[in-house]
């Protein structure tokens, strides 16, 4: 089980730290802040994809999640049903944390507010 987490773990560090030097070396790339800026604006959409496609991976996947805690012989049932219990909780909550902060919908709020005539 050990050796399982450490090579997860391994690969998620590796594919984390090939993201960050690619992103460092394209920022190197760009000579300017404006053009920097018009990359993150264009990748904007892709990221947002991601993160509900992450949140819709773990919906998926959550009913094998407690195998990876509990173990092969996980049979407490009641664990089982609690974890159960949480899985739409959970995915409800990273989805409002998704579309308030990572969609900015307190800014778009505010800026729609500040817009009406006083």
């Known amino acids: ?23 460092l070396w394209q920022a190197v790339e760009l000579s300017s802040l404006s053009s920097v800026a018009e990359r993150v604006e264009t990748v904007k959409p892709h990221l947002s994809a991601f993160r509900l496609a992450v949140i819709g991976l773990l919906a998926l996947t959550w009913p094998r999640l407690p195998a990876l805690w509990t173990g092969a012989c996980g049979d407490d049932r009641q664990a089982y049903e609690r974890w159960m219990a949480l899985r739409w909780r959970v995915v409800v909550c990273l989805f409002v944390i998704e579309s308030v902060l990572g969609q900015s919908l307190v800014g778009r709020f505010l800026s729609a507010i500040s817009s009406f005539p006083a």
């Open 1 to 23: 089980m050990r050796r399982r987490w450490f090579l997860t773990l391994s690969v998620v560090t590796v594919i984390g730290v090939s993201a960050i030097g690619l992103a």
